[in-house]
């Protein structure tokens, strides 16, 4: 009996220079997509963030008034570690982010001052991989994140944003998808492994939160699992793998 065929993933698109990544929480881009951003950004190519909220409904023994500053700072030095200087905040509350159109406008200028060709965001899906639940949160920013990359090229669509100095920007070539059931394209992780590590240490009060394992295993083992078995349909070299949505 012959073993069944592993899809194999295509290399992501390389002709780009501007990268935007729009997230929900601190955090989101450093359970998983971190290796690639530093790739990307070793090659001398620009990447900056955007998040929805500061997270701070995320950690269940600190007020959200004390955790939002921490998980920020967390966040800035997380994105250092992998050469992103720029992060933005768009004050949405954490936990109960509305999709709709004042999200997407918030995005849509977004893109429009950052100018990219490439957006990434996170699984916009209802469930991970159909067996866990997705948040709220994620699916709102990630289904927002999709259509403010069209809004964004609109002028007759938010038009306050073009009064406001933010001429429409229709340039986005690709949306790329982090954490999907179904990635279509992969970047080789192993340039940035090590790198992701640490900049998912950074996040450490939620971490010590979260379990009771040490940070650095905890971190390590999950980056390395992640990355291994995504690497199993991109040559067997470690990888982050992205659902890419051509535009």
């Not at 450093?30 to 929805?52: H, K, M, P, Q």
Request: overall charge negative.
């Amino acid at each position: 009996m012959t073993e069944p065929t592993i899809s194999q993933l295509q290399p992501m698109p390389g002709d780009w220079q501007r990268a935007l990544a729009v997230v929900a929480h601190p955090d989101d881009l450093e359970y998983g997509c971190a290796a690639a951003i530093a790739a990307w950004t070793d090659a001398g190519r620009e990447v900056s963030y955007v998040l929805a909220t500061r997270g701070e409904a995320g950690i269940d023994t600190l007020d959200p008034a004390r955790c939002g500053p921490l998980r920020e700072r967390e966040q800035r030095a997380s994105a250092a570690v992998v050469g992103v200087s720029e992060v933005a905040f768009l004050d949405h509350a954490d936990g109960v982010i509305e999709y709709g159109p004042a999200l997407r406008r918030d995005i849509a200028a977004a893109i429009r001052r950052h100018r990219p060709e490439l957006v990434i965001t996170l699984n916009h899906r209802d469930t991970w991989g159909g067996t866990a639940w997705n948040t709220p949160d994620h699916v709102a920013v990630g289904r927002a994140t999709l259509d403010a990359a069209g809004d964004a090229g609109n002028r007759w669509i938010f038009p306050e944003l073009t009064e406001q100095g933010l001429q429409p920007w229709d340039g986005v070539r690709w949306v790329a998808v982090a954490g999907s059931a179904s990635p279509t394209h992969a970047v080789d992780a192993t340039p940035g492994l090590e790198r992701a590590v640490r900049s998912l240490l950074e996040h450490r009060t939620y971490i010590e939160a979260l379990t009771d394992e040490d940070p650095e295993t905890y971190a390590r083992t999950l980056l390395t699992g992640f990355a291994e078995e995504t690497g199993k349909r991109f040559g067997n070299r470690p990888a982050v793998a992205f659902e890419v949505f051509p535009r």
